[in-house]
């Protein structure tokens, strides 16, 4: 017998909520029914705002006069959780492995939204109220971009209006150890289709002849980077702001993390920018990264064909001061220049988030320190992370208001990978912090 509180997060768990994947849009769907319905039993009053794409959840407790209010965000939607075969168990059925919940979604963002939801029931529950007013927004496209979400907060600027943001939805440098995020990368995705010949053809008749549109994407990826690993498209540095002097000191309390992440991602050996360690490599530098690359035969064996057509799919993670949308105009001016022969070449802009940065020492900052340390014990981590949460930096441009990145993941939780899961430990206490956090903030 589990706990309610675990019983309701593997409910949560169950639902297939892949936003990419219309196969997947009546499970999604359900996931944010079942979630307002807790809500509203927990005393939230919950509301399902529909969009163009996967629905908006609001909900809100009775909000008084002359209190702080607080925007709680997280994430019902999943990554897809192919490939299939690589999970030791069912992807969609949350299984206690050790001290872990194995499950498409239980780190990212299930389990840690959950915590809060579980925090929030439990102050109501033995206090009656919460010490804020509080708006939790729930959304289902976070991790297709939030395409939906920032004309929302425009539509509902009125009804979103808060002090300040708190997300649990990245991580920690290491189990038990409190982490605050004040930073965080953006990100602009592109897709290019090189196009050849109007059907496949043998490559011994015609090869030698016509342009191979494999070969040419491959050109094309080629011109990213230069041997070193600095990206080659023409400005994407201008922007880049350097690391301030504090927090070079303070990550290099951090250690050596090198050793870590050689473990933890598997790689024969470690291929960064030079000239930067291995966490601003990550936290604080940008990069473009091919996440896709196809065209011609994948079967079995060898097939002698000169493919039609073949593709990659970029994503450049941004830091502050870059500007997705002139980073997306330099990359596409990039490839043009670069053009292979022989091919026709289609450039599809994709979404664009924008990178995050806040001050860590700033009075909601020191509260948000203050509800790790109580928490967790000891002084909290301050870092900036190389994942990207699009909406972050909306909430600043729309609403006027910080977030506070309260992250419960750790390292080896392998979000967006097969065996995906979360410490049973970080979710509970993840409802400790939820309402050491409230508590603070209403100071
Ligand atoms: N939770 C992550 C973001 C994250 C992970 C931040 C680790 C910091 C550390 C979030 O759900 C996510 O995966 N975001 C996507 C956004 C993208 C699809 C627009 C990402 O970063 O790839
Ligand atoms: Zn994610």
Request: glycine residues 10%; hydrophobic residues 40%; proline residues 7%.
């Amino acid at each position: 017998m589990h706990s309610p509180e675990l019983n309701d997060l593997f409910t949560l768990l169950r639902f297939a909520s892949v936003s990419t994947d219309s196969k997947h849009n009546a499970d999604t769907r359900a996931a944010a029914d079942w979630l307002a319905a807790k809500l509203n039993r927990i005393g939230m009053a919950a509301v399902i705002h529909e969009t163009p794409g996967h629905p908006v959840i609001i909900a809100k407790n009775k909000h008084l006069e002359g209190r702080r209010t607080v925007l709680l965000y997280g994430h019902y939607d999943v990554q897809p959780a192919e490939p299939y075969t690589e999970w030791r168990t069912p992807p969609f059925e949350p299984t206690i492995v050790g001290d872990r919940i194995m499950c498409r979604g239980a780190t990212d963002n299930k389990g840690q939204l959950m915590a809060h939801v579980c925090g929030l029931e439990k102050t109501l529950r033995e206090e009656g109220d919460l010490p804020v007013n509080l708006i939790c927004l729930f959304e289902g496209e976070e991790e297709i971009g939030s395409p939906n979400l920032k004309p929302f907060l425009e539509a509902h600027r009125d009804e979103l209006k808060c002090d300040v943001v708190a997300i649990s939805d990245t991580g920690m440098v290491a189990a038990g150890v409190g982490t605050f995020t004040y930073g965080l990368r953006g990100i602009a995705c592109c897709e290019v289709i090189a196009r050849g010949p109007s059907i496949d053809l043998h490559s011994g008749i015609w090869g030698g002849a016509v342009a191979n549109p494999a070969t040419m994407i491959a050109r094309l990826v080629s011109t990213l980077h230069d041997a070193e690993g600095k990206v080659q498209v023409p400005g994407f540095y201008d922007a880049v702001r350097l690391l301030a002097d504090w927090e070079r000191d303070s990550w290099k309390k951090l250690g050596d993390t090198a050793s870590e992440t050689l473990e933890l991602t598997g790689s024969p050996e470690l291929f960064g920018e030079a000239g930067y360690t291995e966490l601003e490599q990550r936290w604080a530098r940008p990069t473009a990264e091919v996440n896709g690359i196809g065209g011609g035969y994948q079967g079995e064996g060898s097939k002698t064909v000169i493919p039609r057509e073949a593709f990659a799919k970029f994503s450049f993670r941004l830091v502050p001061d870059q500007q997705p949308d002139e980073i997306l105009a330099a990359v596409e001016a990039h490839l043009k220049v670069h053009q292979p022969p022989g091919i026709r070449l289609e450039v599809k802009l994709g979404h664009t988030g924008f990178p995050y940065l806040m001050d860590p020492f700033s009075p909601f900052g020191l509260a948000a320190q203050r509800a790790l340390e109580t928490t967790f014990g000891g002084k909290p981590a301050l870092i900036r992370e190389g994942g990207s949460i699009p909406i972050v930096q909306a909430f600043k441009d729309v609403l006027g208001v910080d977030t506070l990145l309260l992250g419960l993941a750790l390292p080896d939780c392998q979000a967006h990978a097969p065996n995906e899961n979360f410490p049973i430990a970080n979710f509970e206490a993840g409802m400790v912090l939820n309402q050491h956090l409230l508590r603070e903030l209403a100071k």
